[in-house]
């Protein structure tokens, strides 16, 4: 995960802020809806891949101690076993890339591959992980591991959908840089949904931090899917 690098000064933050709001309300309003989806969990990847012809729109606004404190996403489902995630990070400003494969898509078991956090701007490697995931119609049960910098860290987590619209969820990541997390997502629409979560760091200070995440998705191709499984887009980019 990256650090901030840089503290810009209170004006430069309201309008950086204002143009990111301005951008997804567009966005936001531009949109049509079709099935719903339902983003996971806050810190960590998870091995269910979006569906085809999928795109996924985000707003992230964060504690800039987990990461770049405002974030635009986009990800996109290429096809049925692989999906590519592009972050915009405006303090400091910076582009992040990421991408997922899904190796077994058999539910109730999942696996997939992929990296995270490639930042070739900031000249920061990219951090390739593996995860099996369990998931059943209102459990889901993820476990794996990801190589960041010079360790391998461990991942965790686990959802409930109590049904279509909202769904708890608590992940972790081991490394006291790193954080356990708790929080839910709420589906407005079938397409507009906002994640809010807690974060709990690991370090011995143990701190508190926000975290909220709103997105859209658009259907560009592949049709309409009366039963679409309950997907995430590859996860946030945290303090490393």
């Known amino acids: 995960m990256l650090n901030a690098l840089c503290k810009p000064r209170a004006t430069n933050e309201s309008v950086s802020f204002m143009r990111i709001a301005v951008v997804m309300i567009v966005l936001l309003l531009s949109g049509s809806s079709s099935f719903a989806t339902t983003k996971g969990l806050s810190q960590i990847v998870t091995p269910d891949l979006q569906a085809e012809g999928d795109l996924f729109l985000s707003l992230q606004i964060q504690d800039k101690r987990i990461a770049n404190p405002y974030q635009l996403q986009a990800e996109m489902g290429l096809t049925k076993w692989a999906e590519v995630a592009v972050f915009r990070g405006f303090q400091p400003d910076e582009w992040i ?20 956090n490639w930042s070739p701007h900031l000249d920061v490697d990219p ?7 369990y998931y059943t119609e209102h459990h889901k049960l993820i476990a794996g591991a990801i190589h960041a910098g010079y360790k391998n860290e461990a991942i965790l987590g686990y959802a409930y959908d109590f049904n279509e619209r909202w769904r708890v969820q608590v992940d972790f990541q081991s490394g006291s840089e790193n954080s356990s997390t708790i929080g839910f997502t709420c589906n407005v629409t079938p397409d507009f949904q906002f994640n809010p979560a807690l974060y709990v760091n690991n370090g011995p200070k143990h701190d508190l ?9 658009f259907h560009l191709w592949g049709g309409k899917k009366e039963n679409a499984p309950l997907t995430k887009p590859i996860q946030r980019v945290g303090a490393k």
Do not use: C, D, M, N
């Open 209 to 217: 931090f926000g975290y909220i995440v709103f997105t859209y998705t």
């Open 127 to 133: 951090q390739p992980y593996i995860e099996a995931g």
């Open 97 to 116: 890339f990421g991408t997922e494969i899904g190796l077994l898509r058999k539910e109730p078991w999942l696996l997939s591959i992929g990296f995270v």
